[in-house]
């Protein structure tokens, strides 16, 4: 188990500490200006270019995640914001294993917004079930580290109840929460113009 050294508590509690809480600060042009980023796109694509040419990881481009933003526009936002957290931040965590594990984060494969949709075994409790479903799926469909699996297994934490064990599932559970917030106040308007395939 990774025990978190000084600096390492001190960055956590300058990102977990919501007390300071400024609702302007989630600027809604920051997905925009990411998604533009032709070295993050590069990013993408050198760690990942299996994943975002696959073509079931295309298919989360017909599911809704948030607002009128898809499952694969919200797994391409968590990508680029952990990238972005982790440079801003200066965290050091191993960038390929945390894009690979943001990109399959959700990698559930079913409309959560339905019920009766195959695969959607627990339809009122999605939040605490699909990083095991997820989990599963990318496990069956990529080959993936065991850093990769836990970014997956614990991005949903504090509904995981264990917390990530590591800097890359900190950073891509604390990206996830900000692109979730800023796709679910419906911040964010339009599609994804970047071509990552």
């Not at 972005?84 to 984060?105: P, T």
Request: proline letters at 4%; aromatic letters at 10%.
């Amino acid at each position: 188990m990774h025990r978190f050294d000084r600096e390492e508590r001190e960055i956590l509690r300058r990102v977990l500490d919501i007390r300071g809480y400024d609702s302007n600060a989630f600027d809604p042009e920051i997905l925009n200006e990411l998604e533009a980023d032709e070295e993050y796109k590069e990013l993408l694509i050198k760690h990942a270019a299996d994943i975002l040419s696959s073509e079931k990881f295309l298919t989360l481009k017909t599911f809704i995640q948030h607002g009128n933003v898809t499952v694969f526009e919200h797994c391409i936002h968590v990508a680029l914001c952990a990238i972005k957290l982790n440079r801003k931040l200066g965290i050091n965590a191993k960038e390929r294993q945390m894009v690979r594990g943001a990109l399959l984060h959700d990698y559930f494969l079913y409309d959560w917004h339905d019920g009766e949709a195959p695969g959607n075994i627990h339809p009122k409790l999605h939040g605490f079930y699909h990083p095991g479903i997820a989990l599963k799926n990318a496990t069956r469909d990529f080959s993936l580290s065991e850093r990769e699996k836990e970014i997956i297994r614990k991005h949903m934490w504090p509904l995981t109840v264990k917390p990530p064990r590591c800097r890359e599932a900190w950073v891509v559970c604390m990206a996830d929460k900000y692109a979730s917030t800023l796709e679910t106040l419906k911040l964010k308007k339009g599609k994804i113009r970047v071509n990552y395939a």
